[in-house]
């Protein structure tokens, strides 16, 4: 069964509105959940990693002010983009290292197309 | 600036016949290497971890790390259609600390 949900799986909405994406820990606790950006035959690149009850680390040139992230617990970690463009259209994907090892399991992602 | 290499292909296999992907990486920190694949549309998914040098085999997957050349493959035994798909390698310096570094793929098709 599934380890990692994203909600919502896509959405399209008009430039200059906010869209929140959710992910969720299904099976283990997580204090670290990392969030990715893939456009079109592209690979995944990090962009910042969510820590329980601290701020986000962001990767070099991810805005975080653009970007925001909110682990509200040890199951759920929230990207809100924040003023949405087209150039943000991309495919976002979380991910939940495993409690034991290194292994990070993949949520399903979440499509965003900014008109 | 840690970086992972792969060629992007389409790497072209006929069925039934091996395929070997090939990964580099420049971080000598690394400790953990994955091979994830991802289908057009869908998010990746692991096929193999590998942490130390030699090989691991899981089915028809073999993997292959070699820390002193910072090399990383992945062999497909018995190559399906189904294996059609483009495969992602990907490295951390270990602990789970860190996200992923991805390399931008090998495109990998199975001709029936």
């Known amino acids: 069964g599934a380890v990692v949900s994203q909600h919502p799986s896509w959405v399209i909405c008009k430039s200059g509105t906010s869209v929140k994406i959710e992910c969720r820990s299904l099976d283990f606790q997580a204090t670290t959940m990392f969030w990715y950006r893939q456009f079109p035959k592209q690979s995944l690149m990090l962009m910042a990693t969510s820590n329980e009850g601290s701020k986000a680390t962001y990767e070099q040139g991810v805005e975080k002010d653009k970007f925001l992230i909110n682990h509200a617990s040890l199951t759920l970690s929230t990207l809100t983009v924040t003023s949405a463009h087209p150039e943000d259209s991309s495919f976002y994907i979380c991910?939940?290292?495993?409690?034991?090892?290194?292994?990070?399991?993949f949520g399903p992602g979440t499509r965003l197309l900014v008109l | 600036q840690k970086e992972v290499e792969q060629n992007s292909g389409p790497l072209s296999v006929p069925e039934g016949a091996i395929a070997s992907l090939n990964c580099t990486y420049s971080d000598r920190v690394s400790q953990s290497f994955f091979w994830y694949r991802q289908y057009s549309g869908k998010s990746p998914e692991l096929i193999m971890s590998?942490?130390?040098?030699g090989d691991k085999e899981d089915g028809r997957f073999t993997a292959q790390l070699n820390k002193a050349s910072q090399y990383v493959s992945l062999l497909i035994r018995d190559s399906q259609p189904s294996d059609s798909a483009t495969y992602l390698c990907a490295a951390n310096s270990g602990g789970g600390a860190d996200g992923l570094t991805f390399g931008k793929g090998t495109h990998l098709i199975i001709q029936p």
């Open positions: 590998i942490y130390s040098n």
């Open positions: 991910s939940v290292p495993a409690r034991v090892g290194e292994t990070q399991y």
